[in-house]
C-alpha cells in the first residue's frame, strides 16, 4: 500500500511540473504576442504618418528614411514607439524604413512609393524578432 502512494505521489508531481511548465510557456508566448502587435501599430503609425503628407518620393525619402541620418519624421516617430519595445537602448535594434520609387503605368503616369520597413527587438530569450511590413503610396 505504501508503494502505491508513492507511485501516485510521483504521478502527481510529474502532472504539476507539466502544468507549471505550460503556464511558463503561456506567458512567454503572451509576452511575444504583445511585441509583435507593438511593432505592428508602430509601423501602422509610421505609415498613417507617411500617408498625410504630400506622398511624393522626395517627401518620403527625405523625412522618414532611416539610416545614418534619419529624418525629422522618422525620429518623432521613433522617438514616440522605441520605448514599447522590450529592452534597453542597447537590445532594441533601429528599425529600418527604406523607400523606392516606383514608375507610374497604365492610365496615369503618377509615380508611386513602395515603403518597407523592418522593426526589429530582442525579447528576454535573447532571441532577435523582426516585424516586416511593406506599402505603396501613391
Do not use: C
Amino acid at each position: 500500500m505504501l508503494l502505491e502512494v508513492l507511485v501516485a505521489i510521483l504521478i502527481f508531481a510529474v502532472g504539476v511540473v507539466g502544468l507549471l511548465g505550460l503556464q511558463t510557456a503561456s506567458i512567454r508566448q503572451a509576452a511575444a504576442a504583445e511585441y509583435r502587435s507593438t511593432a505592428q501599430l508602430a509601423a501602422n503609425d509610421l505609415i498613417s504618418r507617411m500617408w498625410i503628407t504630400d506622398r511624393t518620393y522626395a517627401t518620403l525619402s527625405t523625412s522618414f528614411a532611416g539610416g545614418a541620418t534619419p529624418g525629422a519624421g522618422y525620429a518623432a516617430w521613433w522617438a514616440a514607439w522605441s520605448k514599447f519595445l522590450p529592452g534597453t537602448s542597447s537590445t532594441v535594434l533601429t528599425p529600418t524604413v527604406t523607400v523606392t520609387s516606383v514608375p507610374g503605368g497604365g492610365a496615369t503616369s503618377t509615380p508611386s512609393s513602395l515603403v518597407a520597413i523592418t522593426i526589429q527587438w530582442k525579447a528576454s530569450d535573447a532571441t532577435t524578432h523582426n516585424y516586416n511590413v511593406e506599402a505603396a503610396l501613391k
